[in-house]
């Protein structure tokens, strides 16, 4: 079985239900994410392991023996097992059915898809225990990841892992966005796509049951733009080529690049999501095209060009 193990870097974003609550409430509102990490870190972000899930149960089914002490809430799309108990339980069940919805939305899928299971632990020693024995992963700034796991009768559904701390709700967006491009394209999809969007969507936020995009992270922003000065910055032309392996070993540039890439080509004409040329190339790869042939077909085919507006739009690119 491939396991999809994923690190998420540390903004010190935080973006949680404005009051607490224990009941799931028609409606919560979430903040915009304050980010005041001085420096980002990057590790090794993400890796297609084989490896097999520790427990065998449905999603959505029984508690396994593993999480009997873990609270248990099963409402929509997914099962959730808080260690922190009800309060955090019922958040974190709102929170990923929400942002299932919209991203659902945003995509315009509505197509029927399968439960999934979300752990978070109160600690992070035994979130780190859990994800060395399931995905043999053991880098110190890990901090969530999605997988495969397997029922009882041979069924396969995505499992989300995390851990209690500032920069949950930004974990789980992530995540989440993982799982859901998943069911929107398969297996696929190109690897700068997948990481650049999950990490645009983790400053998302939802108010009033719409989801708002394009929160700018003020360090990924500096980050980038001191590569670009450095002239570091990956070009497009090598990293839409880019396979896992070859993306995962430059983690401090390449998910960057691939965060700044997916902000340029979603808003350098100010349109949305389903006027834009993304929507466009979304509909390439579902129809199995070239990705990178489709890449200039959509966005420009003289390279050099498209490379220059990309360098230009970042270094005039200011947090809002």
Known sequence: MKIHAEAIHDTGGRVEPVHPIIEVPALVLIRRPEYGAAVLRYVIMGLWLLALAPQKTKAGGETPPLFDDFYNVSIGQYQVLSQAGRALGNNTSWFMNQMLLQYSKFFANWQ???????IVFSNLADFRQYAATTTRQTHTTLAGFCHLATDTDGNRFFELVTYNHDNLWAVLAHEGFHQFIYYELGPNVPIWFNEGFAQYFETSYILQSKLHVGAINK???????????????VSIANLIQMDQPTFYQDPQRTYPTGWALVHFLLHREGNTYRDSDVRKYVADLKLRKDPVTSFYNRFGRDRPALQQEFERYLAGLKAR
Do not use: T
Not at 112 to 118: L, T
Not at 219 to 233: D, F, S
């Open 112 to 118: 029927p898809k399968e439960r999934a299971r979300v």
């Open 219 to 233: 360090p990924m922003l500096q980050h980038v733009q001191n590569l670009l000065r450095a002239q570091k910055l």
